[in-house]
């Protein structure tokens, strides 16, 4: 005979859970490297934005950040206990400049979300806390839209010393660590405090710590800042040991 197991009443559970919600550009391929940094007791929400038959270029970053989209997909992720909202993709949240990445996360708020971030403004969030204004530039993208990276930063008085990329406009998250990790190899300059590596579609994760070592300088990638800043403002800390970013910035802001 088999037998019957049956559920108390009083087990508790399940454990309270917190969440974070992401609007992502519709190619985003890299979700499992985006759950990396989080505790186990935080969730991520994830959206795409509608799918743009082009390939990444200046303008397609122009499309990415379509207010509608973003709008439409902060409501979707704040459907839930998500009230904190990223806009994971550097190219389209720096491609306007300053003021355009302001209003994107304005789009957010008014959308929905409590607090609201964007990938570039993360990446300024990180340099400021770890006390960087000079840093070098790794991109995989084409050079016109890598320069508009530049751009931003300076307009956040971070002056970048020098930018390269790969002159990619497709399979971005098939570009494998090695080659990476030779490209930021070749860029470091000894007068940069820091090296920032953009595109949140470029696996990144396992090289932070070995070339943080390597260089002895802070490398801050496009996914980690995401994570990072979208953590602190629900006053908790992103998972990745000894990467400088999270040993040496300040403490979690609610």
């Known amino acids: 005979m088999l037998s019957k ?18 609007v ?5 391929e890299l979700d499992r490297e985006m759950w990396r940094w989080l505790p186990d007791d935080v969730d991520i929400f994830i959206t795409r934005t509608p799918f743009i038959d082009d390939e990444v270029t200046v303008e397609f970053a122009q499309e990415a950040s379509d207010a509608p989209a973003i709008a439409r997909g902060t409501r979707d992720v704040t459907a839930g206990p998500a009230n904190t909202v990223a806009y994971a993709c550097t190219s389209g949240s720096f491609v306007g400049g300053r003021d355009a990445e302001r209003a994107i996360t304005d789009t957010m708020l008014a959308s929905g979300a409590e607090q609201a971030l964007t990938t570039s403004g993360a990446l300024v969030e990180a340099l400021e806390s770890l006390g960087v204004s000079r840093v070098v530039v790794a991109t995989p993208y084409i050079a016109e839209l890598s320069q508009k990276l530049s751009d931003f930063l300076a307009e956040h008085q971070i002056t970048a010393i020098d930018n390269v990329s790969l002159g990619l406009s497709t399979h971005i998250s098939q570009v494998p660590y090695a080659q990476t990790a030779d490209m930021i190899r070749a860029a470091d300059r000894e007068d940069a405090e820091a090296i920032v590596i953009s595109c949140t ?11 943080e070592q390597e260089l002895g300088k802070p490398v801050v990638s496009a996914n980690q800042a995401t994570l990072w800043a979208a953590l602190r403002r629900i006053g908790r ?5 000894a990467q400088l970013l999270l040993s040496r910035s300040d403490a979690a802001v609610s």
Do not use: C
């Open 5 to 22: 197991k049956i559920v108390s009443t009083e087990l508790s559970g399940p454990p309270a859970r917190e969440a974070l919600g992401v």
């Open 24 to 28: 992502a550009p519709f190619d985003l």
């Open 201 to 211: 579609n470029l696996p990144t994760y396992d090289l932070l710590v070995p070339l």
């Open 237 to 241: 800390s992103a998972v990745g040991d």
